[in-house]
Each structure stands twice: as C-alpha cells, then as structure tokens.
C-alpha cells in the first residue's frame, strides 16, 4: 500500500513540475528553482520528494555538464585568485616564500612554484597542494 502512495505522490509531482531534458538556461533556472524549494523542506522531504529531487538534480547536472566547461587554471592563476579573494598583498606570502624577493618572482610569473612551496601554500590557504601542481 505505501508503494501505491509513493508512486501516486511522485506522479503528481512530475505532473506538476514536467521534468524533460534541460535544454535552455530559462528551463535550467526554472528546475534549479524547484530544487531550492526542495531543499528547503529539510528532513520534513517526502520520500516522493526526494525522489523528484535527484531526479532534477541529475537532469541539471547533465546540462550544466554540456553547457559550463570551465577552463583548466595554472597554478599561478589559482595562487593570484586566492591572494585576491583572501584581500591578502605580497607581504603575507613571506612565511610561504621565506623572502620578498622569491614572492614577487612567484607572482609576477618569473619563477616557477616549487615543490616544497606547494605544501607550504596549500597548509597556508587551507586548500590541497595539488591545485599548486604545475601539470
């Protein structure tokens, strides 16, 4: 009998939200909507819910899959964007470098990362040392 439930609960739901293969940005914003609501029902989320819920999940996924493929960074790329999103200046790097002078050259691309400054930048940003990694 619950089964019967779930799967009339669940057949109203995709009568409701009619999802499809995601195949414009209003149609992906309009089931990233649907997922928030969703997600805001917290631990009250029916299991039919939750069922709509990873199925929307998936079709955003695959669209966004197709449709944002971000560009591989560099390494000084990723170090010059934690340094600006953090508000940090050269001078806070010197614990990581061990001198000015290693710092600028690092920054200014003139010198490579080095091995042992990846450790040391991925312990200083909390993040892994392989986003350091020159590939």
Known sequence: MKAAILDREYAQLLA????????????NEFYLAEVTKLMRLGDAISPAQER????LVNL???????????????????LTELVRDRGLNQKDL????????IASEVLNGKR???KAHT?????????????????
């Open 16 to 27: 409701a939200i009619q999802p499809k293969v995601i195949e414009t940005e209003e149609e």
């Open 52 to 55: 709509l819920l990873r199925l």
């Open 60 to 78: 955003i996924e695959s669209f966004e899959d197709r449709h944002y493929q971000l560009k591989s960074a560099t390494p000084l790329e990723i």
């Open 94 to 101: 010197l614990p990581v470098f061990g001198s000015q002078g």
């Open 112 to 114: 490579r990362i080095s």
């Open 119 to 135: 450790k040391a930048l991925g312990a200083f940003f909390k993040v892994s040392p392989s986003l350091f990694f020159d590939n």
